[in-house]
């Protein structure tokens, strides 16, 4: 039985879209890893942190309201004195914030992560044929990323199955227009893996992410970088709480 050319096109495009749609899922999953595994570092660093920052800046806050009232009239005090002030609430707000906020997973499991790809494949938006299922994609990929971070994997299985067979994978076309449709495809595909490299560059430079990494080095070095941290803050604090005393007695 002889196999026409357009036939062996089509089956190329077919194996290279496969290839693809391994690759963005992967892509996919990857950033989406690395922001909850972001999230969790964030999690255990202002556990570990984030009421000493807050506490020291509420320090200079008062140290700085002290020098204020020995200097009335010096605008550059009362500058210092609003400038710490709005850190101190600021810090105080995300110290408060993280401590409300339920805990990450505690870990993400290998079965978690081939279900996010399988339902990465199965309901991305770029699989859409129209504007209509593009938005019904896009609200069903959210809950699975919001399942993912919650590590909630029944979740993900329950939205794989509410979602049914892909509507794409129809049985019976004819050779042109699956080729049409696998030329698109593939260029959907190329579009967004250019479009995950972009954004794990970005989050990449992110603050938090630079420290995560700096701190996850330190400790795969064998070091204490957060035990330190925690040492120098208390010190910190020690120290301004002792001023502060001196300034008020000043004041009395």
């Known amino acids: ?42 999690h255990r660093y202002y556990k570990a942190v984030g009421r000493l920052f807050a506490e020291l800046d509420d320090l200079d806050a008062q140290l700085a309201y002290e020098n204020m009232l ?39 499991t290998a079965e978690l992560k081939q279900s996010y790809r399988k339902a990465t494949k199965l309901m991305h938006p770029d699989r859409a044929t129209n504007e209509a299922e593009r938005l019904r994609r896009t609200e069903l990929m959210a809950q699975v990323n919001r399942a993912y971070e919650r590590g909630d994997l029944k979740a993900i299985e329950r939205l794989m199955h509410e979602f049914g067979q892909d509507p794409e994978a129809i049985a019976g076309e004819d050779t042109a227009s699956r080729l049409v449709k696998t030329i698109r495809r593939i260029a959907q595909l190329r579009r967004r893996l250019v479009e995950l490299k972009h954004e794990q560059q970005i989050y990449r430079k992110s603050d938090v992410y630079q420290l995560r990494k700096t701190i996850e080095t330190a400790e795969a070095m064998g070091g204490t970088p957060l035990g330190d941290l925690v040492r120098q803050l208390t010190q910190a604090i020690t120290e301004r709480k002792i001023r502060l005393e001196i300034a008020r007695q000043k004041s009395a």
């Open 1 to 42: 039985m002889s196999i026409f050319p357009e036939d062996q096109e089509l089956q190329r495009l077919e194996d290279e879209q496969a290839r693809l749609e391994d690759q963005v899922a992967l892509a996919e999953l990857t950033l989406e890893t690395e922001k909850t595994e972001t999230e969790q570092f964030r």
């Open 70 to 108: 020995s200097n009335p009239g010096n605008p550059d005090a009362q500058m210092q004195a609003q400038t710490t002030q709005s850190r101190a609430e600021k810090s105080a707000e995300e110290a408060g914030g993280i401590n409300a906020r339920p805990a990450p997973p505690p870990d993400i």
